[in-house]
């Protein structure tokens, strides 16, 4: 009569190795290949799932985590908020999201007299936000959100020169204190004579 043993050794594949239980008088599962994520249990004869280190407001759901179940266990759940009023709860980034109002970004303008651009609302900040667009920039340049355009890093400016960010270059203040007869150069930051014409074979010169 062939033996338990070897009887038990006929169901082993490739994935599974079984042995002879004489406390229950049966062949049982002795250790499996799981999947990945999975490790086996050999006290239930199961692939079980591997607890996780879960984010901030979450907890580890072990529930129902043997790798044949198609329970919605074996993963990282959202501690449940009470939101204030105008939020709603995210079970996905497991915060509270605040709410759209209905059409607040309608032909919305990010800044008084800017012509209304697409956009569409932020949860994060609570407001309209356009879409980013840094293929439209420079090399040098980065999106502006919050003005909705390419925008330019401020460099430092020599002398009295000031940074402008609509032409991304260094630029005098404009000034109208200059004398009469002068005017201010917006080169050199001063205020120079007004050119005069000049007799045959001379030219004006300012120092």
Not at 200 to 207: E, H, K, L, R
């Amino acid at each position: 009569m062939e033996s338990s043993s070897n009887t038990c050794a006929s169901f082993n594949t490739s994935t599974q190795t079984f042995f002879y239980s004489t406390a229950s008088c049966e062949c049982r599962i002795l250790h499996s290949n799981c999947a990945p994520g999975y490790y086996w249990d050999a006290g239930t004869g199961t692939c079980r799932c591997s607890p996780q280190q879960c984010g901030p407001n979450q907890f580890w759901d072990p529930s129902d985590f043997t790798e044949d179940s198609n329970a919605d266990g074996c993963r990282c759940r959202c501690i449940s908020q009470v939101c204030p009023q105008d939020y709603v709860f995210n079970n996905v980034n497991c915060e509270c999201d605040c709410l759209e109002p209905e059409g607040a970004c309608d032909n919305w303008s990010p800044y008084p007299g800017a012509l209304p651009v697409d956009a569409f609302w932020s949860v994060e900040d609570c407001q309209c936000a356009c879409y980013p667009h840094p293929e439209f920039c420079e090399p040098d340049q980065y999106w502006d959100t919050s003005l909705c355009r390419c925008a330019c890093s401020p460099q430092q400016c020599d002398g009295d020169k000031i940074w402008d960010f609509a032409t991304c270059e260094c630029r005098c203040c404009p000034s109208d204190m200059c004398p009469p007869n002068k005017f201010f150069n917006t080169i050199n930051c001063r205020c120079e004579q007004e050119p005069q014409q000049c007799a045959s074979g001379y030219f004006w010169y300012v120092d």
